[in-house]
């Protein structure tokens, strides 16, 4: 066997497939692989010393045609991307890149933010993982309020839970400062419910609380009237209905004029033209002395609203569980 035709047949061939490279049909690891790596066509020339008379000479071509390849196949490693440069047609238009949008909770919660801070609300946080003085007793929660019970609320250990709304902040707020106080507290909060259309384990929740001398009823009614004209439109009316909560006395369901028929009655309002919103009241007196206030010199309102629930609203959405889903094609309509 003739190792010089061997070494040349070998250069010949690498020729080639470096034309193939150059031209994008040959990736750099296959040229590579195919003259250099352990199976190449250099390591099985080599393989054949046996075979050819003056192994010596024969060492010494093969050596060279190794060094030969590598010197430029290492040329070609640090080319590389400058060669695939070339290639491109930098007259084409470039590729606009997908851009990402908030999530459609998010902007509502930011809408409604946006709201409360142009009336001279501050924003406020809590821990998501509180104990029952913070969640339940400071907010005038009875001992055998159902609400303590394990079927409505997700306890972790004695009496740390997962809040069930946000109102745990308001305490905290309290706790670190002397009136006036004039906070929202948005996030995230838990209830021990079986998801359903309007229901959810976990959901977005915000509140407001406002506490000062000589705070009145008067005042909650007309922020929550100028807050649903200003998230709904001008039109919007509401109105609002005795309840009760623990912690506000007196306490008022508050209605708004139906988004979708715009109080003429639909199936969305059950023809009444109203839909139920959010829930408010005057600070029971007895959070206030909870928290270290005193009750006959201080008063103040709270409130608080399910932010899935606004945007449902807003935005024509029947299924809360749409909003966990994760589906861009219903993200990206809004």
């Known amino acids: 066997m003739d190792v010089k035709k061997l070494a040349e047949e070998i250069k010949s061939s690498f020729q080639e497939e470096l034309k193939n490279f150059e031209n994008g049909n040959l990736n750099f690891e296959d040229l590579k692989n195919k003259f250099l790596g352990r199976k190449g066509l250099v390591a099985d020339a080599f393989s054949q010393m046996r075979n050819f008379t003056d192994k010596a000479l024969a060492g010494q071509i093969l050596n060279s045609l190794k060094n030969e390849l590598t010197e430029k196949v290492n040329s070609l490693t640090e080319n590389t991307s400058s060669a695939k440069t070339k290639k491109l047609d930098l007259s084409l238009p470039g590729r606009k890149p997908n851009a990402g949008t908030l999530h459609v909770v998010t902007e509502t919660q930011r809408q409604i933010e946006d709201i409360f801070f142009a009336m ?42 997962l809040r069930t709304h946000t109102s745990n902040v308001q305490i905290h707020a309290m706790k670190s400062q002397e009136p006036p106080v004039r906070v929202i507290a948005p996030g995230k909060c838990y209830r021990n419910d079986t998801p359903d259309a309007t229901h959810s384990p976990v959901f977005q929740q915000i509140e407001a609380l406002y506490v000062d001398k000589n705070v009145t009823f008067t005042e909650l009614k007309g922020t929550l009237d100028a807050f649903v004209k200003a998230l709904f439109g001008k039109a919007t009316k509401t109105r609002f209905r005795p309840s009760f909560f623990p912690f506000t006395e007196p306490s008022a369901e508050v209605d708004v004029t139906c988004v979708v028929c715009k109080g003429k009655g639909c199936n969305v309002c059950k023809q009444t033209g109203w839909i139920e919103i959010l829930g408010a009241g005057m600070v029971d007196p007895n959070v206030l002395e909870a928290v270290g206030y005193d009750s006959e010199i201080y008063s103040g309102y709270a409130f608080g609203l ?29």
């Open 306 to 334: 399910g932010i899935e629930r606004v945007a449902m609203l807003k935005y024509g959405i029947p299924d809360l569980r749409l909003f966990f889903q994760n589906d861009i094609r219903f993200l990206k309509q809004f």
């Open 120 to 161: 001279g609300f501050e924003m406020a946080t809590g821990p998501q993982v509180e104990t029952d003085f913070f969640n339940f007793e400071s907010l005038n929660f009875p001992p055998d309020h159902p609400a303590r019970e394990m079927h409505d609320t997700f306890f972790v250990e004695g009496d740390v839970l």
